[in-house]
């Protein structure tokens, strides 16, 4: 086998160059690739953004907050919806709020972790549900981490895996 394949680039004209071929290797596939992303995946990821926004829709805020715009952003293989809140309500509560609205929606519980900022504890907290192949994160930055919210709650695709 590798004789014939030696027997054919003999044979080919003077010219043959092998680095046009690899570059023309390289071209094709990139041009394949991007094709495939924009054709297949881009568009499943815009649905699956839009799913997402029903998901947060259909979840109940923590009364009495004051919540800053959606963010909602997608790739072609991952997609995110979040927004942040101020209140003056403490973790427990929230989380409590949460733990029930989240429950009733079909949400299971799956973790909670505890957030750093470059090595530093600020108090935050994570608070990690699962939902099919979504991941929703309660996230509390820390009563000392000057974020100027007091939580925030977002719903991710292919961000995060549920443990």
């Known amino acids: 086998m590798a004789g014939k394949v030696i027997q054919i680039i003999q044979a080919l004209p003077g ?12 071209l094709s596939t990139f041009v394949s690739f991007e094709i495939y992303d924009r054709v297949i995946r881009i568009p499943r990821a815009s649905a699956v953004e839009d799913d997402i926004v029903s998901e947060f829709q259909r979840i109940r805020a923590f009364p009495g907050i004051s919540e800053f715009g959606l963010s909602r952003s997608h790739k072609s293989n991952q997609a995110l919806v979040g927004r942040n809140y101020f209140t003056s309500a403490d973790f427990q509560a929230i989380r409590g709020h949460y733990d029930v609205e989240l429950q009733q929606n079909g949400w299971t519980y799956s ?3 505890t957030i750093t900022d470059w090595g530093r504890n600020f108090g935050g907290q994570s608070v990690i549900y699962c939902k ?8 509390f930055p820390g009563e000392r981490s000057g974020a100027g919210y007091t939580y925030g709650l977002d719903i991710s695709w292919n961000l995060r895996k549920c443990e």
């Open 15 to 26: 010219s043959f160059s092998w680095r046009r071929l690899v570059g023309l290797l390289l």
């Open 132 to 139: 099919r192949n979504y991941v929703a994160n309660l996230f």
């Open 111 to 113: 973790s909670i972790k």
